[in-house]
């Protein structure tokens, strides 16, 4: 149980004002649904947190930070300029587009994130990969609800092109942060 405590508060504690807060922010206020954008984090962080703590070590061996950061940096600054074209229902977005897209969204900002990181320095320091990931994610959970409830809350008050171009202005400052940091 400490094992699930430590992972989950040091994981939450780190999530506090990252980027992905914001992301979560940006999807539910695209989307809605953040019932899907929920379901879409937990299944991103259980896979990302799982690679990570098995074998997010050899994985930094080969893949520099610097290649990891420009990565992270092209999702978000290919993300800006998607985002700014509609969707062609863009009234109407069906069940699954709003949970893959965070999935796959989610997942990639987690790559070479501090949550990320730190999952790795928590399984290997207490090599119960299980219960490290199961806090992580619930670490993840914890900081990304309000998020949630807050988007679901804003998500009304965008018009469709006002909320195409400030997620792509959000996005875009994403990119160039990382790149910078």
Do not use: C
């Not at 999807?27 to 997010?56: D, E």
């Amino acid at each position: 149980m400490s094992i699930i405590l430590t992972s989950m508060s040091s994981v939450a504690l780190a999530e506090i004002g990252d980027k992905t807060q914001l992301l979560t922010l940006l999807l539910v206020a695209r989307f809605g649904k953040p019932f899907l954008i929920l379901l879409a984090i937990i299944l991103a962080t259980l896979v990302n947190h799982y690679f990570a703590a098995l074998i997010g070590e050899l994985v930094t061996q080969f893949l520099s930070p610097q290649i990891m950061r420009w990565m992270v940096a092209a999702g978000f600054l290919a993300m800006a300029v998607w985002v700014l074209f509609p969707d062609k229902d863009d009234g109407e977005i069906r069940g699954g587009h709003p949970f893959w897209t965070s999935l796959v969204v989610f997942f990639l900002a987690e790559i070479g994130d501090k949550t990320q990181i730190a999952t790795v320095l928590l399984g290997a320091h207490y090599q119960h990969i299980t219960w490290v990931v199961l806090g992580s994610t619930l670490g993840m959970v914890l900081a990304n609800a309000p998020m949630l409830w807050f988007g679901a809350r804003l998500q009304p008050y965008l018009k469709s092109g006002w909320g195409r171009r400030l997620s792509s202005l959000l996005f875009a400052i994403l990119g160039v942060v990382t790149l910078i940091l």
